[in-house]
């Protein structure tokens, strides 16, 4: 089943491109980036109903040609795309090959066929490189989307083949007016907060369950800095945790205090639920934010990693992002020692 949010903060990109499909100059190949949980899959997904809708009218699909009928169910012979399987922590060659016939042959039912990649920076180096002849020579009517949170980590020659099209985070009271049609003020305020202003990862983290896990990430953040909690057991109670939202909560928060740190100290973490956040915010000076840099760097390459199919020793990695969390504050000796 293909389903997608209409989402008020990506019309425009969606009618610029059907303006582009409906006078045939859209391009053949796109990288589509912008940060997490903003809506991107959503807006192509609202792109592709519409390219393949049969009597589309002023930008919206009728929802019950052919076309419509056979998108939602999943089963347009124009469209495929290319996700991670079940289970998997990468994009595989054979998912690319498997697809060979859908790119070479011309598309069935209409003018063009879509190819979806998402995320696109996790497609492997073999299943990137048989991409990539797929690119160079394209079949008439195939359009390629790669969609990616970090178009840096995808290989050079890939992205030097898409036009780059960069999705932007939405207006906070767009964010908040989508977010309040499910989740009280309070609720909306603090769970925008805590993604950077991504209502839809927002909104994935809001239950109260969630947000509990949350605040205890950020807990353990502040007492590792202030010693009061070693790296093993830190490491213990992230490993009990859901991985994504873990190194979600990890990377925003990275990401809220270096806004801070780089900015108006007083913009973030205003939140009554992020208390430890606002302390660590407190800790934190602007001599650490190479460090930070540096952390949020080991984020990226730990959820890399854990992502790949060595299968690495998990609490290992999270220790060592432990230490790498505390590693500024090494210089003073005395705190270093209780916490090593
Ligand atoms: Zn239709």
């Given at each position: 089943?293909?389903?997608y949010?209409?989402?008020?903060?990506?019309?425009?990109?969606?009618?610029?491109?059907?303006?582009l499909?409906?006078?045939?100059?859209?391009?053949?190949?796109?990288?589509?980036?912008?940060?997490?949980?903003?809506?991107?899959?959503?807006a192509?997904?609202?792109?592709?109903?519409?390219?393949?809708?049969?009597?589309?009218q002023?930008?919206?699909?009728?929802?019950?040609?052919?076309?419509?009928?056979?998108?939602?169910?999943?089963?347009?012979?124009?469209?495929?795309?290319?996700?991670?399987?079940?289970?998997a922590?990468?994009?595989?060659?054979?998912?690319?090959?498997?697809?060979?016939?859908?790119?070479?042959?011309?598309?069935?039912?209409?003018?063009?066929?879509?190819?979806?990649?998402?995320?696109?920076?996790l497609?492997?180096?073999?299943?990137?490189?048989?991409?990539?002849?797929?690119?160079?020579?394209?079949?008439?009517?195939?359009?390629?989307?790669?969609?990616?949170?970090?178009p840096?980590?995808?290989?050079?020659?890939?992205?030097?083949?898409?036009?780059?099209?960069?999705f932007?985070?939405?207006?906070?009271?767009?964010?908040?007016e989508?977010?309040?049609?499910?989740?009280?003020?309070?609720?909306?305020?603090?769970?925008?907060?805590?993604?950077?202003?991504?209502?839809?990862?927002?909104?994935?983290?809001?239950?109260?369950?969630?947000?509990?896990?949350?605040?205890?990430?950020?807990?353990?953040?502040?007492?590792?800095?202030?010693?009061?909690?070693?790296?093993?057991d830190?490491?213990?109670?992230?490993m009990?945790?859901?991985?994504?939202?873990?190194?979600?909560?990890?990377?925003?928060?990275?990401?809220?205090?270096?806004?801070?740190?780089?900015?108006?100290?007083?913009?973030?973490?205003?939140?009554?639920?992020?208390?430890?956040?606002?302390?660590?915010?407190?800790?934190?000076?602007?001599?650490?934010?190479?460090?930070?840099?540096?952390?949020?760097?080991?984020?990226?390459?730990?959820?890399?990693?854990?992502?790949s199919?060595?299968?690495?020793?998990?609490?290992?990695?999270?220790?060592?992002?432990?230490?790498?969390?505390?590693?500024?504050?090494?210089?003073?000796?005395?705190?270093?020692?209780?916490?090593?």
């Open positions: 089943m293909n389903k949010r209409k989402l008020p903060w990506n019309q425009k990109k969606v009618q610029h491109l059907l303006d499909a409906r006078v045939d100059k859209i391009g053949h190949a796109y990288l589509f980036h912008g940060q997490r949980g903003i809506g991107k899959l959503d192509l997904m609202e792109f592709a109903e519409q390219l393949f809708c049969q009597q589309a002023e930008g919206e699909s009728c929802g019950q040609c052919q076309g419509c009928r056979l998108f939602a169910a999943g089963s347009h012979p124009d469209f495929r795309m290319l996700r991670l399987e079940e289970e922590r990468q994009i595989k060659i054979e998912q690319v090959r498997e697809s060979q016939s859908f790119i070479a042959n011309t598309p069935i039912m209409g003018r063009h066929k879509l190819l979806l990649i998402e995320p696109a920076e497609l492997n180096i073999n299943a990137a490189n048989a991409l990539l002849k797929n690119l160079e020579e394209p079949a008439a009517g195939t359009l390629f989307f790669l969609v990616s949170h970090q840096g980590s995808l290989l050079a020659t890939i992205r030097s083949r898409c036009q780059q099209i960069k932007p985070r939405p207006e906070k009271h767009q964010a908040l989508f977010l309040q049609q499910t989740l009280s003020a309070e609720q909306a305020g603090a769970a925008l907060e805590m993604t950077n202003g991504a209502p839809l990862a927002a909104l994935k983290f809001a239950s109260e369950e969630s947000m509990q896990e949350i605040s205890a990430v950020h807990e353990s953040l502040l007492s590792l800095l202030q010693g009061e909690m070693n790296i093993t830190a490491a213990s109670d992230w009990a945790m859901d991985e994504n939202l873990l190194l979600e909560t990890l990377l925003t928060a990275t990401e809220i205090l270096l806004k801070g740190l780089l900015r108006d100290k007083t913009s973030s973490a205003t939140n009554r639920h992020w208390q430890s956040l606002k302390e660590l915010q407190s800790l934190l000076e602007a001599k650490h934010v190479r460090s930070l840099h540096f952390f949020y760097q080991d984020l990226l390459n730990t959820r890399a990693m854990l992502r199919r060595a299968n690495p020793n998990k609490q290992l990695l999270l220790e060592a992002l432990c230490l790498e969390w505390v590693r500024p504050f090494r210089d003073n000796t005395e705190r270093w020692k209780r916490i090593a």
